[in-house]
């Protein structure tokens, strides 16, 4: 569920197609790319709603995008996974490697679309940028869903994690492009494969898989890290359901957040962008909910 941009466009009601897709067997970009079990900070965004505006009917649970955990109590994603959702949209978080087969599974058990989403995920409560859709030079987008008493606990006994490093302010800036192009960088989320060419027309396979894959440094500015992810190159990269997903930057050593998933290529091929959170307006934003370095 990547940004509407010039650069990567789908509807709500393509991407929640696309989304109810059989559990796959990669996700990310399926070339050059790996599972990520080991990553347990990293997790999927949850959403039960009511898709037809009919109380009659069963509301939908499915996964929606991509976050990491960057507090005991806090789910770091994108605004634009969580704003403008139907009223009475409730969201989860879940750490599962394979969050649509737990989808999948609960689905099979059945009950009502709480119990069904309450055994896939932790049910917490969405803050959005209230800035946001902001700008093309900031756009704000930028959410974070916050777990309270027995969520934070129940959250960490089912999936145990270390909450994810954020940066301190304007690190990337103060270490330059040539520091930047020089660090090992790594995308993560449950998003679906590059485009393939099918006789209808190009589509997204896959998704609800926890995988990684690496990217290069390519540019930066104020609040935006841009990154390379060509097949061609050895890399790997984003694609939709990926938004709000971590953007890992070992920088001296240590592995950090430096920027969340929000859009890229339509097709998936060559570039993913991703909002700093190093800078000021995200710092801003963050600091009503973490103790930021």
Known sequence: MRRRTAL????????????????PASAINSYNAQPAPERAEVGALVVQYDRDGNPATPDVVRWSCSGTMISADVFLTAAHCTANRPTG???????????QGSINAS???GGTPEQIAGRVGVEGTAHSDPAYPGNSADSHDIAVIKLAG?????????????PATLPSANQLSGLGSRALDAAHWQVMGYGTQEALNQPGGQTHPGGGVRMKGTLDFDALNKTWVRLAMNESRGLGGACYGDSGGPN?????????????????????YATNVAYRMDSASARAFLGQYVTLP
């Not at 466009?9 to 696309?18: D, E, M, Q, V």
């Not at 949209?89 to 490697?97: C, D, E, G, I, P």
Request: glycine share 6%; charged share 15%; proline share 3%.
């Open 107 to 109: 689905n099979t058990l």
């Open 89 to 99: 949209t409730k969201f989860y978080v879940s750490l599962a490697q394979d969050v």
């Open 150 to 162: 027995a969520q934070t606990t129940e959250l960490a006994k089912r999936w145990p994690f270390t």
């Open 8 to 23: 990567a466009a789908l509807t709500a009601t393509a991407t929640a197609a696309l989304l109810s897709v059989a559990a």
């Open 248 to 268: 890992f930057a070992t920088l001296d050593g240590k592995r950090v957040l430096a920027g969340t998933t929000i859009t890229g290529d339509g097709p998936c």
